[in-house]
């Protein structure tokens, strides 16, 4: 068997019918000599057939670190206009749509994102008993998740199952800086002293009690931003994501005593 390799000059199965594939006796052997050179597909054996009838399947992928959502909705941007460039007697349809699983997926932990905050909310009121004070918690969980967003997307992150993943778990995770620093402040309002100074001298004193307990919270995921190979890369976005939300909630907590 021989193989022939084609420098994309030639575009008629014609025009290799005289190339020269070997040489008998001092005198050159052509394709035309040997085989029969007819323009027809690679494979006659093999058809595509879409409920029951002839069909020219198209499998379409996305290029590495493109996102597979946006690459199928810009597909169907398009197929208004390659049913236009494609003969009336031919129909254009998506038989098979990986992405359907997907957006129901993300659908899904989206919605238990939404839930997530809601019961965490409620389980704050329900200890606290103070809407002045289940409100600053309750402003640090979206603001949290909103400055996550704006990290994500300097990183070029994407909102996947595991980035919404991270944020749900987060959603437990930012609100403890916040009660921590808003415990301590109400001691001294109690004790007599103003909003200011209850707010300067409560956050002063649990300062480095915030800080800690964060940075213990970031330092459970440095293993899994050392992980190497496959696994890794995909967790490593988790990682980031969880460790960012937990870096702002700290900080957040702080500005809004």
């Known amino acids: 068997m021989h193989v022939l390799s084609s420098n994309d000059q030639l575009f008629l199965a014609k025009e290799y019918a005289p190339l020269i594939i070997a040489y008998r006796n001092g005198a050159p052997v052509r394709l035309s ?10 494979n006659v054996r093999s058809a595509g057939f879409v409920n029951g009838k002839p069909a020219v399947i198209l499998q379409l992928f996305r290029q590495p670190r493109a996102n597979i959502i946006e690459t199928a909705d ?32 993300v659908r899904d932990v989206e919605l238990t994102l939404v839930i997530s905050i809601i019961l965490v909310i409620l389980v704050v009121f329900c200890f606290l008993r103070s809407v002045w004070a289940t409100s600053i918690p309750s402003m640090v969980v979206p603001l949290s998740l909103v ?25 437990g995770f930012v609100v403890d800086d916040a009660i921590v620093v808003i415990e301590n402040i109400s001691r001294y309002l109690e004790r007599g002293l103003s909003p200011v100074d209850a ?3 409560g956050s002063r004193e ?15 995921f440095i293993p ?14 988790f990682a980031v994501t969880l460790s960012v939300a937990v870096t702002i909630s700290m900080i957040i907590s702080f500005l809004n005593t």
């Open 33 to 42: 000599d040997v085989a029969t050179v007819i323009d027809s597909q690679e």
């Open 74 to 105: 810009r597909v169907r941007a398009l197929q208004p206009l390659l049913e236009a460039s494609i003969p009336p007697s031919m129909h254009l349809e998506v038989t098979e749509d990986s992405t359907r699983m997907i957006r129901a997926s």
């Open 147 to 171: 400055g996550t967003f704006g990290v994500m997307y300097l990183l070029h992150y994407s909102i996947d199952n595991l980035s919404l993943m991270a944020l749900t778990i987060s959603t």
């Open 199 to 201: 707010a300067l001298r």
């Open 206 to 220: 649990i300062g480095f009690t915030v800080l800690s307990m964060s940075t213990s919270l970031i330092a459970v």
């Open 224 to 237: 899994i931003l050392l992980m190497g190979g496959i696994l890794g890369r995909i967790f490593r976005e």
